[in-house]
């Protein structure tokens, strides 16, 4: 049973800072590619980061420059430090990967940032 678990959300100023973890079970961590998208009141889920496999990340251009995606594969565990955070990044963030031609995400954790 495939499981995605983040945390590290919370309310934050902005120019702060938040580190979010999502930990996954029941895949072959170490090969999949993770990704980090956001849902803000109102508007569509996006896209935010994603890093492969082999290490490789990606950004959307809103926060690049600003978050950074990390993975431990000993641990299972996908990161993203997000640093000079704006009121604009307020949102719910949701972990993703595909596993076996089938998308899983996690619960998600709040990020709201305070002007």
């Known amino acids: 049973q495939v499981q995605l678990v983040e945390s590290g959300g919370g309310l934050v100023q902005a120019g702060g800072s938040l580190r979010l973890s999502c930990a996954a079970s029941g895949i072959i961590f170490s090969v999949n590619t993770m990704n980090w998208y956001r849902r803000a009141p109102e508007k569509q889920r996006e896209f935010v980061a994603f890093?492969?496999?082999?290490?490789?990340?990606e950004y959307a251009d809103s926060v690049k420059g600003r978050f950074t995606i990390s993975r431990d594969n000993a641990k299972n565990t996908v990161y993203l430090q997000l640093n000079s955070l704006k009121p604009e990044d307020t949102a719910v963030y949701y972990c993703n990967t595909n596993f076996r031609s089938h998308p899983y995400w996690g619960q998600g954790t709040q990020v709201t940032v305070s002007s």
């Open positions: 890093i492969t496999g082999g290490g490789s990340p």
